[in-house]
């Protein structure tokens, strides 16, 4: 379960990873610092309601509810930002140029969090309030017994996940990011408005990544601005694995890893009698994804490319 829970939190931040390299064929490498964005917001609403004493009186479902709207709203906006101030003017650039724009986004993300938290809090080391209904176990099983949050996890993520993939191959807009994605040019000369398509992929993108990254401080309550370095570094290797550009690689690769991490922690001591113990199964989830690499480059599921007439 704790596989699960960490996999579906991968799939979803590297699901801006692959709706951005899709239609851009670039890494937005600031998706990260945007899951740690949707976090804060999260974090900062259920500490208003607990200091005004509404937390506790008022459904928790609804509480849930308006926190996840509002960190995809703010994270999908602070992606189109991105987008149009950081991205657009360089698309006909180099791709390492906009790479190290990306990065440069990346550190002023931080520091700007950073500043206003500390400004507005004198700290920004942040701990998820509790919601008692999201702590209750739930028995899965004989052996089994999990807390409702990580039910919750698993549960959004697979919502979120499947409305994605109707979103993209079931809508007209869908129809057109994907004509984006396969001829940007032609796409325009159809009438397809090219840049409002890529700003609202950057949007999609973000709103993903801001679930997440509220899912991820219910679930593990303490957050900070240096908190999406590390899922988010994860979930790009996810999306690597799974195949870059295809959403259903995304999850999968995010299962994967997720899978691999939770068993080299539980079991990676037992294995090797001892020589090596839970701290080190990234070393571990990492020398696997390197041999599956190895043997299929481009991810499990392939990789979505654009086809372009000779």
Avoid: C
């Avoid at 900062?44 to 937390?55: R, V």
């Amino acid at each position: 379960m704790d596989g699960l829970v960490l996999g579906f939190m991968y799939a979803l931040i590297a699901l801006g990873y692959t709706m951005v390299y899709g239609v851009l064929e670039f890494i937005n490498f600031a998706h990260s610092e945007v899951f740690m964005i949707g976090a804060f917001i999260g974090v900062e609403i259920l500490l208003m309601l607990e200091s005004s004493g509404h937390l506790a009186t008022l459904n928790p479902a609804f509480i849930l509810f308006i926190v996840l709207m509002a960190g995809m709203l703010v994270s999908g906006l602070v992606a189109l930002g991105l987008e149009r101030i950081a991205y657009r003017p360089l698309r006909q650039a180099p791709r390492l140029v906009a790479l190290i724009s990306a990065i440069g986004a990346s550190f002023f993300l931080q520091d700007l969090v950073r500043l206003v938290e500390s400004l507005w809090r004198n700290s920004f080391y942040l701990t998820y309030p509790a919601i008692d209904a999201l702590e209750t176990p739930v028995s899965l099983g004989a052996a089994v017994t999990v807390p409702v949050k990580s039910i919750l996890v698993v549960a959004t993520a697979l919502v979120m996940l499947f409305g994605l993939n109707f979103f993209v191959h079931r809508t007209r807009v869908g129809t057109a990011i994907r004509a984006v994605a396969q001829d940007p040019d032609t796409a325009s000369l159809m009438g397809i408005p090219v840049n409002r398509i890529v700003a609202l992929t950057f949007f999609v993108g973000g709103a993903m990544g801001g679930a997440a990254g509220v899912l991820f401080g219910i679930h593990y309550s303490l957050i900070n601005p240096y908190t999406g370095f590390t899922p988010g570094l994860k979930a790009f290797t996810a999306a690597v694995l799974g195949g870059i550009g295809n959403i259903g690689g995304a999850v999968l690769g995010g299962l994967v890893l997720g899978l691999l991490e939770a068993l080299a922690g539980s079991y990676l001591s037992m294995l090797t009698n001892g020589a090596f113990g839970a701290e080190y199964k990234d070393v571990f989830a990492f020398a696997v994804l390197i041999l599956i690499l190895i043997f299929r480059p481009k991810g499990l599921m392939g990789e979505r490319v654009r086809e372009e007439a000779a």
